[in-house]
């Protein structure tokens, strides 16, 4: 369990640290946003050589905020440097796809970078480390840190898919014209990718079925669904770069529920138990219930439909295929 302890500064390492995930977080964290207003925090910022100096342009900045409850700030190239007696750490640093890259040589570029991270984490980051991976493939990703990191417990491994429930939640409110705070149980499902399933069939909207202020399955299906799933690329399109205020303000959101608990169920990619079907051996989104102190469970016993049913059987045969690739180049 992650006590927080005011006095003792938390030791936040944070990967791609001069990216652009990582300038809209960095101030977050710093400021208390997310693990509270009074607790002392420690940043380890991990880059690569060629990112160094940028990052110091970041470490300066952060200096030039005098932010009372920053502590100390590292800059390093080297992991076992970062990691070193790490509470958290969030690992934004990845492969970028570049154009006409396949998904395998994505993964492939991706499982050397976990793969040392995976080491490193073990070696150094305390046991009780709580790790958010957000570099895509981001559920891949968190599966090849694990195997690499074999003495973190997996439940202490995530990826993040809180951006896509925020972005569902913030979808229904604005189709059926409420405030987002008026909008409860949406879920997640699957990969943090386009085949992930954002489930609105148990939503409600000021307490009442969401699904048909949203029009219905049909449009739900057509319309809704797609929307989420192509939000990410749709953003990408947009700005020429991917989200980065919106991701660090979901890094936020899914830290702050898991550190400190919530009272609503949020979306968490975490390893698959066999709830819902789901085989071990990927991470995978499901419904959480955050209980504080850093623990969580999967909520049990939601009834599933044919319609969700299938959506779920897609997001978990594409983490399944990717877990092949990954574990495949693992070996290599
Ligand atoms: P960015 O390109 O601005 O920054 C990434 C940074 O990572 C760069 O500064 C790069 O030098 C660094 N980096 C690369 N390899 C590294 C390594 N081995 N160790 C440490 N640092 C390394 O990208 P960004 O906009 O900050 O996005 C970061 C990642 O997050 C991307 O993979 C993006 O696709 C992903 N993303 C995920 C979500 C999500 O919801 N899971 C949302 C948005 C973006
Ligand atoms: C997002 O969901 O915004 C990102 O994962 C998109 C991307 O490919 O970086």
Redesign the pocket.
């Known amino acids: 369990c992650q006590s927080l302890n005011s006095k003792t500064p938390l030791t936040v390492c944070v990967?791609?640290?001069?990216?652009?995930?990582?300038?809209s977080l960095l101030p977050l964290i710093a400021r208390g946003d997310v693990f509270g207003r009074d607790q002392l925090i420690e940043l380890r910022l991990?880059?690569?050589k060629?990112?160094l100096d940028?990052?110091h342009g970041v470490v300066m900045e952060l200096r030039d905020c005098s932010f009372p409850l920053l502590t100390a700030i590292v800059e390093t190239?080297d992991?076992m440097v970062?990691f070193q007696h790490a509470d958290v750490t969030i690992?934004?640093?990845?492969?970028?796809?570049r154009p006409g890259m396949e998904r395998r040589d994505l993964i492939a570029r991706n499982v050397s970078?976990f793969k040392?991270?995976g080491h490193a984490l073990d070696s150094v980051a305390s046991k009780n480390v709580k790790v958010v991976?957000?570099?895509?493939p981001?559920n891949t990703n968190a599966l090849v840190l694990s195997h690499f990191a074999p003495t973190i417990p997996k439940q202490n491994i995530t990826?993040?898919?809180?951006?896509?429930q925020n972005r569902a939640v913030g979808q229904v409110a604005l189709r059926t014209g409420v405030r987002v705070d008026q909008v409860d149980g949406v879920a997640i499902w699957g990969n943090?990718s386009a085949s992930q399933y954002p489930d609105v069939t148990r939503a409600t909207v000021n307490g009442e079925p969401a699904l048909p202020k949203l029009g219905g399955r049909q449009v739900v299906a057509e319309d809704f669904i797609p929307c989420i799933q192509k939000r990410?690329a749709a953003v990408l399109k947009a700005r020429g770069?991917?989200?980065?205020m919106?991701?660090a303000n979901?890094i936020g959101d899914h830290l702050k529920s898991w550190i400190l608990g919530d009272s609503k169920i949020v979306s968490m990619a975490v390893a698959s138990d066999g709830s819902y079907d789901v085989k071990r051996g990927v991470y995978f989104s499901f419904p959480v219930r955050c209980v504080g102190g850093g623990d969580y469970e999967i909520v049990q016993g939601i009834e599933m439909d044919e319609f969700s049913r299938k959506y779920v059987s897609a997001t978990t045969e594409e983490l399944f295929a990717e877990r092949i690739e990954a574990l495949e180049l693992c070996a290599a």
């Open positions: 990967s791609g640290a001069a990216g652009q995930i990582a300038y991990l880059e690569i060629p990112a940028a990052l190239d992991p970062a690992l934004a640093g990845s492969f970028p796809r970078i040392a991270q991976v957000v570099g895509n981001s990826a993040l898919t809180r951006l896509d943090h990410g770069f991917s989200s980065a919106s991701a979901a």
